[in-house]
């Protein structure tokens, strides 16, 4: 059948732990009827999906969804085939029969690809859909107590509509960290600037150049010094990743390591719990900082 399979090969996940993310037979036939012929319901890397539904899907047209963790879906169609304004429409088209079906996820990851043959084929374009299922810090931040918060790079494609003040793109780590020395100056009364250094991840990561990561990282750890050197009374820095992204690990996936977490503070000695520290750890600290208190820091 169309689309309707589950290839153990394709995935290291299981879809049981799915159950509340991946449509079932009744809701992949709904969703078809409502929306087209669809590709893939597979839990698996975006390499594997591509070589396994790519030239299917250049052939029929049919958008291929597949899930990368329990609450994230993405959507990938070839670039002859959806321009990036169609992309996105079905995406939300989708996004939205998944919410009225009651599906829940965080976000759709919607991607276009390239290439003509399956060892070709190169996803080139992407944008993120996020469902804003509880107010995030930054966003609470924004409008309960008037904080400036800005986001610059990647992470402001993934964030709910209303959490930042603005937001500022860029080409490379350097700019990016350029955009957060020049936001020190500010004169906000309270400022919140989150900043994505993509080269990692995109560049030397996903494009498995450990020469490269190792420059970066060098280069990195230089800047990281000269920055915090002069942290002024109030300002803290946080350094931090979402995964790892190891550029010697075959494929060109995410790979699965413990992530840094680094706290620099100009004023005081800010205490993290010695185990089971995560991103909300992070939100919980940028909520305290900012009078917020939640009970997992102290300072």
């Known amino acids: 059948m169309l689309g309707n399979l589950y290839d153990e090969r394709l995935s290291t996940l299981h879809l049981d732990d799915f159950s509340r993310s991946v449509p079932d037979g009744a809701a992949r036939a709904e969703l078809r009827r409502r929306l087209g012929a669809i590709l893939g319901f597979v839990a698996g890397t975006g390499e594997k999906v591509l070589r396994a539904f790519g030239e299917q899907h250049l052939v029929i047209g049919a ?28 995406a939300t088209r989708y996004g939205a029969t998944l919410d009225a079906l009651g599906y829940t996820f965080d976000r759709i990851i919607v991607r276009r690809f390239e290439g003509a043959a399956t060892d070709r084929f190169v996803r080139v374009w992407r944008r993120d859909l996020t469902r804003p299922l509880r107010p995030s810090i930054i966003g609470h931040l924004r409008r309960a107590r008037g904080t400036t918060t800005v986001g610059v790079g990647k992470v402001a494609n993934l964030a709910h509509d209303g959490d930042f003040s603005w937001t500022a793109s860029c080409a490379s780590n350097d700019e990016a960290l350029s955009i957060v020395e020049e936001l020190r100056s500010s004169d906000a009364r309270s400022l919140v600037v989150i900043a994505t250094l993509d080269d990692f991840d995109a560049i030397h990561g996903h494009g498995r150049d450990p020469s490269g990561f190792a420059r970066a990282l060098t280069r990195f750890d230089v800047q990281v010094r000269d920055f915090v050197s002069g942290l002024g009374e109030f300002e803290t820095v946080i350094v931090t990743a979402d995964h790892g992204n190891d550029p010697t690990a075959p494929g060109h996936g995410h790979s699965r390591e413990y992530v840094p977490l680094l706290v620099f503070s100009g004023d005081r000695r800010i205490d993290l719990p010695a185990e089971g520290s995560s991103l909300t750890t992070v939100a919980s600290l940028i909520g305290h900082l900012h009078g917020e208190r939640t009970g997992q820091v102290t300072t």
Request: no cysteine; net charge positive; proline share 7%.
């Open 63 to 90: 958008p291929i969804v597949y899930f990368s963790s329990p609450r994230v879906a993405q959507v990938a169609m070839h670039v002859n085939r959806f321009s990036a304004h169609e992309a996105w429409a079905w």
